[in-house]
């Protein structure tokens, strides 16, 4: 499991290290500058076979210290490095004067102003003098305003200087721009961009929340951690503390395989039952395809029994195509009532194809009233467009809404304005607040879709299932993957997984399972993909 910080939280954590004599603001400077130099020599060992010349961009703050403790230690490998500070030097924090000063004795400091990119090393210029990496340390997590005019306007003048895919570009901690809260640029005006995007990211200690939502990913490029030593015992009895003031971390996590696990040695007569038995609801005849791939999501991860429920009208068109999966009538709310009386059924989904209307909001009610683990996605969502509060009366613990963000706007059309029109509650309100308001409000577990897809337990959990940098799998964004997500959920439900926990394992396996196949597929491919996954992690 790792944590993701909020600003807030890193700036309590250092101040605690602080506090307890674990560490001090120069030695964290100069592991942060070390942890640097080799992610970036590390990823781009080429850069010590050409000119070896950097550009470091050096901000009024810490961060910017930390770009003078970069400059120091390529000088010290050979490199040549010229720093420009945005800034005045005599007004930097104590540590980062210091820097300055130390790297003052090895080289010289510009202006940042009295640089124009694009005139200085631009087309036509003696490529021998052109860097071979740019350093981005102007500002590191705390940035909570728009870049000023005259920064944002010389970083766009950098990046069309040089192109991404020439010299390389390496941000300290942060992308200058990216609120690091809800990884949303922070720009002011007409720009809804970044002026500079990386190649390379390197935070320090925990990944914060910034590197993993919305933008963050495409404006951090590759994305690494670097130990600061904020690790020691005695600052992580006061991590409890922490938590009381500002609250638990949010965390990503991979499946434990002892949760995947069935039977074994130390169970070795169970069967079927003792794994649950879902209930996929259906749609009418050539609206059955979504209800079928929640099924077999279902029985791949795992249920002992699986039975999809289809109109009497879409019975022989289920049958034609399923074998191992079950099939019972069932043409409204009154049918559905009389299948949940077999206690056995555990786990039901409702929504992938079902249709919207009067009739798919009866059948919701019929199943949340069996106070059964409901997962509720697509038209069973949709179906309560304009009426939300109708449905959050009778949700619970055991329930879970999988929306996209269409589906989400439409039960939480405020919460998603908050998310979308940054003027109504800034850049930093985040996609993860957006599903902890959204879970509160309807009472049950949301998990908002997508690369960086949230999941909310009430006062509980929050979950980020981030699908980016080296677990990127742009192939899920095809019809009918959501549908195999819900299923992979009430599968779990039915072997008695925490609701929270199921959405996070399924997501987790959602999308190992489409980078195991790659280009080229589709929402079929993903439940037969599954065994291979669990071989992986050892299940």
């Known amino acids: 499991m790792t944590e ?27 592991r942060a500058g070390q942890g640097v130099v080799e992610a970036m020599l590390t990823d781009f060992p080429e850069l010590e076979q050409g000119a ?28 040549t490095a010229e720093c420009f500070l945005y800034g005045e030097a005599d007004r930097l924090p104590p540590d980062a004067r210091a820097n300055f000063e130390r790297w003052s004795a090895l080289g010289p400091t510009t202006d940042f102003h009295d640089w124009r990119f694009a005139l200085r090393y631009g087309v036509g210029s003696n490529e021998a003098e052109a860097p071979a990496a740019i350093i981005d340390a102007l500002f590191g997590t705390g940035l909570v305003r728009p870049l000023a005019d005259d920064l944002d306007r010389s970083l766009r003048e950098l990046d069309a200087a040089f192109p991404k895919g020439g010299a390389k570009r390496i941000a300290v901690d942060a992308p200058s721009g990216l609120c690091m809260d809800s990884g949303r640029p922070l720009v002011s005006g007409t720009k809804v961009d970044l002026p500079l995007k990386q190649d390379l990211t390197v935070s320090f200690h925990r990944l ?19 130990n600061i030593g904020l690790d020691q015992a005695a600052l992580r009895a006061a991590r409890s503390e922490l938590r009381e003031t500002l609250g638990a971390a949010v965390t990503k996590a991979i499946p434990r395989a002892y949760e995947l696990r069935k039977g074994g040695e130390d169970a070795p007569g169970v069967h079927k039952y003792d794994y649950g038995h879902a209930l996929v609801l259906s749609g009418g005849p050539g609206h059955t395809g979504a209800a079928r791939l929640a099924a077999r999501g279902a029985l791949r991860i795992g249920a002992g029994l699986v039975t999809v429920a289809a109109p009497g009208s879409a019975m022989t068109e289920c049958a034609c195509h399923l074998t191992a999966i079950m099939l019972a009538r069932c043409n ?15 786990a039901l989904c409702l929504g992938p194809g079902l249709g919207v209307g009067s009739a798919t909001r009866d059948m919701v009610m019929t199943a949340l009233g069996s106070r059964r683990c409901c997962v509720l996605d697509a038209d069973a969502l949709t179906s309560f467009a304009g009426s939300a509060p109708s449905l959050f009366a009778h949700l619970h613990s055991r329930v879970i809404l999988t929306p996209h963000t269409g589906e989400f706007a439409r039960l939480f059309p405020d919460i998603w304005a908050k998310l979308t029109e940054p003027a109504l509650h800034g850049p930093a309100y985040s996609k993860v607040e957006a599903t902890q308001e959204a879970a509160a409000r309807a009472g049950c577990i949301v998990l908002l879709k997508g690369p960086d897809t949230v999941i909310a337990e009430p006062g509980g959990r929050t979950v980020v299932s981030a699908a980016s940098y080296d677990r990127a799998a742009p192939w899920l964004a095809t ?7 819900s ?10 997984i925490w609701p929270v926990t199921a959405a996070e394992i399924a997501t987790w396996l959602h999308v190992e399972a489409a980078r195991r196949f790659g280009p080229g597929l589709i929402a079929a491919d993903l439940p037969d993909l599954l065994p291979a996954v669990f071989r992986d992690i050892g299940v």
């Open 52 to 79: 070896r010349r950097a550009v470091i961009l050096c901000g009024p703050g810490n961060n910017g210290g930390d770009g003078f403790v970069v400059a120091r230690l390529l000088k010290e490998r050979g490199w």
């Open 208 to 226: 914060k929340l910034g590197h993993v939502l919305a933008e963050g990913p495409e404006s951090c490029g590759a994305l690494r951690v670097a």
């Open 487 to 496: 299923g992979m959920i009430t599968g779990l439900l039915a072997r008695g």
């Open 479 to 485: 019809a009918g993957a959501g549908d195999v997500l």
């Open 332 to 346: 409204g709310a009154s049918d559905l009532g009389a299948i949940l009386g077999d206690e056995r059924l555990n």
């Open 4 to 30: 993701l910080l909020t600003s807030a939280q890193m700036r309590a954590i250092e101040q605690t290290a602080f506090d307890l004599g674990a560490a001090t603001g120069s030695e964290l400077m100069e």
